[in-house]
């Protein structure tokens, strides 16, 4: 995971829900495997909530969290290594009012699409969508540019991960205005 997390940054990934298309360009990524304490799935822990991190990679693994938004993940891993990747920001595409529609926001600004709940909400992402496969239902991803510099740094709000928190598993596009934090990104 912590290999396909970075190739992600640049690619296009879009929805279609209720002939609403949406689409945006990944800007920033966080990885998570069951080897560290910062994943769900931790020691290869099988709960319902994690079930889908444990199937084949190419499907979507979306929890919620503060039980208010909802995350979008890749599981990546082959079936029965539970690692994904949580998408924290896109620079919006196609369906840039529907997005903001969703948002509920009128002005468009980098900080609504900046942010993993943001991305999820922006992309008509809910928890109904857990477990569906990419490129086969609502959701693709598809190549996209090759984006470099890249910067990357610790995790965001996983501070319980104790010394996992620190592993440097987030990526951005180092000049992207759609970056969530730069805090500790280098």
């Known amino acids: 995971v912590e290999r396909i997390a970075p190739h992600l ?12 298309t949406t ?7 966080e990885a998570y495997s069951f080897k560290e304490r910062g994943c769900h799935a931790y020691n290869k822990k099988h709960t319902p909530r994690t079930s889908n991190m444990f199937e084949e990679g190419g499907c979507l693994y979306v929890y919620l969290i503060y039980g208010i938004y909802p995350m979008l993940n890749l599981v990546t891993g082959p079936k029965d290594w539970p690692e994904a990747v949580l998408i ?9 009012t ?3 529609k969703r948002r509920g926001k009128d002005q468009f600004h980098a900080k609504e699409f900046s ?3 943001k ?4 992309l008509g992402i809910r928890t109904k969508y ?16 090759s984006v470099r510099p890249l910067i990357k740094g610790p995790r965001i709000g996983i501070d319980y991960a104790g ?4 592993l440097p598993w987030r990526w951005a596009d180092a000049q992207s205005d759609f970056v969530s934090h730069r805090k500790g990104l280098v």
């Not at 940054?9 to 609403?20: D, K, Q």
């Not at 924290?88 to 840039?96: A, D, T």
């Not at 857990?130 to 540019?145: F, P, T």
């Open 88 to 96: 924290r920001s896109i620079e919006p595409v196609e369906g840039i």
């Open 23 to 29: 689409s945006g360009i990944i800007r920033e990524v």
């Open 115 to 117: 942010g993993p709940g």
């Open 9 to 20: 940054i640049g690619m296009m990934l879009s929805t279609t829900i209720n002939g609403v």
């Open 163 to 166: 010394q996992d928190a620190l």
């Open 130 to 145: 857990n477990g569906l496969l990419l490129n086969k239902d609502l959701i693709e991803l598809q190549i996209g540019e």
């Open 119 to 122: 991305v999820a909400q922006a």
């Open 98 to 100: 529907s997005q903001l």
